[in-house]
């Protein structure tokens, strides 16, 4: 059964720092993996998606990298801002072929203060 | 363009009652997901439609079921329920299923008293 495990639950860092937030997932079979970000009482936004053939991408500020062997993620934010404050979530689609279905991690929590 | 809508916003229900939660896509999506989000069990999916056809369910209950119409809007409904159905519901749509224009409505609160 595939498990999504971010780290780490919840961060607190000054304003310009740059930061990484970790995602890594039981089964290396995969189709893609996403990374999303969820404000306070919304719905969440697509960041990032890296196709299971794919290393990273890139976005802006934002980094996300996949080792789909070791089961691991990382999001890389450059240069972080107030504004970046919010749920950070990682979510994997399994298996070998597109659908709808994610399977999602627990968050990771972001302040950036001032 | 308009995005995900979701309606209602807010609902409170009482224990064994039913709701209906509806979602109505971006245009010209024909794929709609669901999700249950709560704190303790962070975001679960729920099912899957494309054209009106459900592809994939998750795990739970058969108290909630969900469908499709011919224009793609979407609705879920949850029978008898218990506080514990208590959950921001999301649905997210795109094109066809797993596009990278996966976009999720704001959700409708649940809250079962």
């Known amino acids: 059964k595939q498990e999504v495990t971010q780290i780490p639950a919840a961060l607190s860092v000054p304003e310009g720092e740059n930061l990484v937030l970790n995602c890594s997932f039981t089964d290396s079979a995969i189709y893609n993996l996403q990374w999303f970000r969820q404000d306070p009482g919304k719905g969440l936004t697509s960041l990032l998606l890296i196709q299971s053939s794919q290393r990273e991408q890139t976005s802006g500020r934002l980094n996300a990298s996949l080792d789909k062997s070791s089961g691991r993620s990382t999001l890389y934010i450059a240069a972080s801002q107030p504004g970046d404050s919010a749920t950070y979530l990682c979510a994997v689609r399994p298996g070998s072929s597109n659908t709808g279905k994610l399977i999602f991690g627990q968050g990771t929590t972001l302040q950036v203060k001032p | 363009k308009a995005g995900v809508t979701q309606t209602p916003r807010y609902l409170i229900k009482t224990r064994g009652q039913q709701v209906t939660l509806s979602c109505s896509p971006i245009s010209g999506h024909r794929s709609v997901s669901w999700y249950q989000q709560t704190p303790g069990q962070g975001l679960q999916f729920l099912f899957e439609?494309?054209?009106?056809?459900?592809?994939n369910k998750g795990n739970f209950p058969g108290r909630f079921s969900g469908r499709q119409f011919s224009n793609s809007r979407s609705e879920m409904n949850v029978s008898t329920l218990e506080l514990g159905d208590s959950a921001l519901y999301l649905c997210?749509?795109?094109?066809?299923?797993?596009?990278?224009?996966?976009?999720f409505g704001s959700g409708t609160r649940l809250t079962v008293v």
């Open positions: 997210a749509s795109s094109a066809s299923p797993g596009d990278y224009g996966y976009t």
């Open positions: 439609y494309f054209s009106e056809t459900q592809r």
